[in-house]
């Protein structure tokens, strides 16, 4: 719960924060996210964060995260924002933290694995990749007195990694603070106990974020170095999973606008392979303390036929859109690629919308394909005032104009309507915004779809 005073600075910061926008980075502006951890599945990338929006304002805050927040993208442009489908301690009663999250899915259950600060791993269950979690065991699934954890200097016991290996064997990678502070430890089939004692790994300038990934039968171990080596993602390769590793190189150097902890996820898409990371640019664009209040960035990674990895290009809009949005299926609301000035939120119904829609607000949602044609906008909404209306542009804020859709009173903010309007036929691949005006009362919008 938040206290009047950090609401009143809240609501200051937030009237800056809402008038932020920025191209396609980072991704998902709206929430203050950071170390991420990717699951692909069914050709989506889910990208679980810890919750810097639990961090308050205030730069002595500190890291007080007690949910997770999941965003996934099918084309690396346009984000939908699931919201939080973790937190403690009503998902694990014995955590009073959750953060830095990585998933995994085997026999379609989903886990998650989560630090309870630097204090204990804990595992969490779903039936579906966007939860909610529950912890299955009801206590850490990995404490200092788990065998092979100890001895270690001053070991922070968080930033898991689970890596499922192509023989069906899953890993659990952890450990922080220290060069010989990397450990190991093998999961049962059941993904909730472990197989045996804890194996230690060293790793040069070892910090934090531990990531493993494999490719063509190399497994790469990447982690975030030591302040002294300036927080890179550096990696080390192996023919094994837990043993014979040496130094490879460096993922990625200390991005921009960050200046401080650096976390990666590495994953790939289609045929491609990429680094989830974080960086500090949305509070820092904003003048608000950015410690604590991490935004996500998604770049490409390359590795080369002699199995070393390029140093990655951080860019501010370099991925390529991976398919075209298809309009005619019904698209969620909180799905875009840039906004500016709104809020997501979840629906009392279930699932999440986009709120706290201000005149002049918009949201952009990249390369939509409206084929031959269509003439037809409907969207569900609901407004307990007037209501305003939804400019439906292509190309731009100012880009021609669609048609506007007129939002009434639908009798309360979780009363939704069905509202439909014919439009200016348009056909091909366009980028579509939708740009607000609430002057008659705040409106609230779930998902939108066009036809013919
Ligand atoms: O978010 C809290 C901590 O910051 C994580 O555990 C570290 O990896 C660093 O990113």
């Known amino acids: 719960m938040k206290t009047k005073i950090s609401f009143i600075l809240l609501s200051l910061v937030f009237s800056v924060f809402a008038k932020y926008s920025l191209a396609d980075y980072p991704i998902v502006s709206q929430r203050f996210l950071a170390d991420p951890g990717a699951l692909v599945y069914n050709g989506r990338v889910y990208i679980y964060c810890s919750n810097d929006d639990d961090n308050p304002m205030d730069r002595r805050g500190g890291y007080q995260m007690q949910t997770i927040v999941c965003i996934s993208s099918s084309d690396l442009k346009n984000w939908t924002d699931h919201g939080v ?189 990429y680094q989830a990371y974080h960086n500090r640019i949305v509070a820092m664009e904003s003048d608000i303390p950015p410690v604590y209040k991490r935004n996500i960035c998604v770049d490409k990674i390359n590795h080369n036929a002699d199995g070393t990895i390029d140093t990655m290009k951080n860019t501010v809009n370099g991925l390529k859109q991976l398919k075209y949005l298809d309009p005619y299926e019904r698209v969620e609301a909180e799905t875009f690629s840039t906004q500016s000035g709104i809020e997501t939120q979840s629906c009392e119904k279930g699932g999440m919308m986009m709120t706290d829609i201000n005149t002049g607000d918009y949201v952009k949602v990249s390369g939509v394909d409206f084929g031959r044609g269509c003439k037809k906008f409907k969207a569900s909404v609901s407004s307990a005032s007037g209501g305003g209306s939804i400019e439906i542009r292509t ?44 002057d008659e009362g705040p409106f609230n919008i779930d998902w939108w779809q066009f036809s013919n």
């Open 85 to 273: 489908v973790f937190r403690v301690p009503g998902g694990a009663s014995w955590a009073n933290r959750s953060w830095a999250p990585s998933p995994a899915e085997r026999d379609g259950k989903f886990f998650l694995y989560f630090g309870n600060s630097g204090n204990g791993i804990g595992v969490a269950m779903a039936d579906n990749p966007l939860g909610p979690f529950k912890d299955p065991i009801g206590k850490a699934l990995i404490e200092t007195s788990t065998p092979g954890v100890m001895p270690a200097k001053n070991m922070w016991l968080f930033d898991p990694m689970a890596f499922i290996d192509d023989d069906g064997q899953a890993y659990l990678y952890f450990g922080g603070n220290g060069d010989d502070n990397v450990r190991a430890i093998k999961l049962n089939r059941d993904m909730i106990s472990v197989d045996g004692p804890a194996i230690k790994l060293t790793a040069p300038n070892f910090f934090e974020a531990a990531w493993v990934h494999k490719h063509n039968g190399t497994y790469y171990f990447s982690y975030s170095t030591t302040p002294r080596a300036q927080m890179r993602i550096d990696y080390m390769t192996s023919d094994n999973p837990i043993s014979g590793f040496t130094y490879g190189g460096v993922v990625s150097m200390q991005p921009p606008s960050n200046n401080n902890n650096n976390h990666q996820a590495i994953f790939k898409l289609g045929d491609n392979w």
């Open 395 to 438: 190309g731009g804020v100012d880009g021609k104009l669609l048609g506007v859709c007129r939002v009434e009173n639908t009798g309360g903010m979780q009363n939704w309507k069905m509202l439909s309007e014919k439009i200016k036929k348009v056909k091909g691949v366009h980028d579509l915004f939708f740009v607000f005006n609430s």
